[in-house]
């Protein structure tokens, strides 16, 4: 009977101090956005984690760079792309949940100069003389117009404008819409175009003035599931990017956010001039081609 009784509580000493497996986590959940949304998305990634306990791992580029890596098969579970040129090359491959799309976010192109510089603010048209604001070296700091919706959209307004062929040859042409903010608040770039929210998360620099929006399509931001997706959380954070919370948040950082009854359109309507793709870019039998190399 003792003999029994001490194994019982040698037993239960066993137990107590067996080690407790923790119940395992679910994954976070992995975001492909645009460069220009890092500041807000940032944000908001905090917010939901704060409370719902779960984790948002965002990655941002510009919108060519991750709709190719999507391609390729990186495992991303939302997208979030500057443009509708390259959701759509999505679409047209599959690789996006189709009943998931819809456009989020608005926003405007501007020109900024360094917070120091001496240059004015000014109504930006035809006559805007940017050779002589950039001085004798000072080159233009803007996205890759082949893979960055942000240099797509400047070269559509530098063109209708017909500034385009002044300063085709003073351009420092940068990786994502970030870069070349960066040049121009290092003091690197006296003139850069960015996004309105770019310029807005950047103290270093200041607007000179707004492209105006006839000179260039929509800049429209649309999101979507991937296709390949499996996280059962993806579907939360994407809708949580809906939220009355996450829209301050994006309207804090001078976004549009875009009416709810708009959204489940996958495009916007378009002026006929420029249709639903960037230049260099026309739509293909198999998605997006390059007709510029």
């Given at each position: ?48 984690h704060k409370e719902t306990g779960k984790t948002a791992r965002i990655s941002y580029a510009a919108s060519g760079a991750l709709a190719k890596q999507i391609e390729a098969g990186a495992p991303a579970d939302v997208f979030l792309s500057a443009d509708v040129a390259w959701m759509d090359y999505l679409a047209e491959h599959n690789l996006i949940r189709p009943e998931t799309r819809r456009n989020l976010l608005g926003n405007a192109l501007v020109l900024v100069a360094p917070s120091e510089s001496k240059a004015q603010p000014m109504q930006i048209d035809a006559q ?166």
């Amino acid at each position: 009977m003792c003999m029994n009784r001490a194994a019982i509580a040698f037993g239960a000493l066993l137990a107590l101090a067996a080690p407790v497996s923790a119940p395992a986590q679910a994954p976070s959940v992995t975001i492909y956005a645009a460069a220009s949304l890092k500041t807000a998305l940032d944000t908001i990634a905090a917010q939901w984690h704060k409370e719902t306990g779960k984790t948002a791992r965002i990655s941002y580029a510009a919108s060519g760079a991750l709709a190719k890596q999507i391609e390729a098969g990186a495992p991303a579970d939302v997208f979030l792309s500057a443009d509708v040129a390259w959701m759509d090359y999505l679409a047209e491959h599959n690789l996006i949940r189709p009943e998931t799309r819809r456009n989020l976010l608005g926003n405007a192109l501007v020109l900024v100069a360094p917070s120091e510089s001496k240059a004015q603010p000014m109504q930006i048209d035809a006559q805007t003389d940017l050779s002589a604001l950039l001085g004798t070296d000072g080159r233009l700091a803007m996205g890759q117009p082949k893979s960055v919706p942000a240099g797509a959209y400047a070269e559509q307004a530098l063109t209708a404008l017909g500034l385009w062929s002044k300063v085709k040859d003073r351009l420092a042409q940068t990786e994502s819409v970030r870069a070349a903010l960066i040049f121009v608040a290092r003091g690197e770039a006296p003139l850069g175009i960015v996004y309105r929210s770019d310029a807005h998360a950047e103290p270093k620099v200041k607007v000179l003035g707004t492209f105006p929006e006839a000179s260039h399509a929509p800049i429209v931001y649309p999101i979507a599931m991937v296709a390949a997706s499996m996280n059962p959380d993806a579907k939360a954070f994407y809708d949580y990017l809906a939220t009355p919370a996450a829209s301050a948040i994006f309207t804090r950082e001078a976004f549009d956010v875009l009416p709810s009854d708009g959204r489940k359109a996958a495009l916007m309507d378009l002026p006929p001039r420029f249709g639903s793709v960037m230049p260099g870019l026309e739509p293909g039998m198999h998605g997006i081609k390059r007709t510029d190399n």
